[in-house]
Nanobody, 123 residues
Framework: QVQLVESGGGLVQAGGSLRLSCAAS????????MGWFRQAPGQEREFVAY????????SAADSVKGRFTLSRDNAKNTVYLQMNSLQPADTAVYYCAASRILLTSNPNYYTYWGQGTQVTVSS
């Protein structure tokens, strides 16, 4: 059983930056692919970015490419989402998730989820 805890969310003005962290415990972190997803009020959960277990494959949604950077430190059991040039449309609850088998943007293949951290971008 893997536990995931996100942190780093908050309120920021448009154009600002935040770095989200997701700390894992209870499993072999380096064997899990990690993904970030977000959900705005009244909307479905959407893919943000994923990183492979070894960190050698990364992909991001078109809406965040060039602004968000994903990385991981397997020695610290932590994955990071650096978010720059934030826009009001980025306002959402951000979730990290772990997948043992498949590296994918489909949230249905992720087994473990954090409780989320709120990101609010004011205009």
């Amino acid at each position: 059983q893997v536990q995931l805890v996100e942190s780093g969310g908050g309120l920021v003005q448009a154009g600002g930056s935040l770095r989200l962290s997701c700390a894992a415990s209870g499993g072999t972190f380096s064997s899990y692919h990690m993904g970030w997803f977000r959900q705005a009020p009244g909307q479905e959960r959407e893919f943000v970015a994923y990183i492979s277990s070894r960190g050698d494959r990364i992909s991001a949604a078109d809406s965040v490419k060039g602004r968000f950077t994903l990385s991981r430190d397997n020695a610290k059991n932590t994955v990071y989402l650096q978010m720059n040039s934030l826009q009001p449309a980025d306002t959402a609850v951000y979730y990290c998730a772990a997948s043992r088998i498949l590296l994918t943007s489909n949230p249905n293949y992720y087994t473990y989820w954090g409780q989320g951290t709120q990101v609010t971008v004011s205009s």
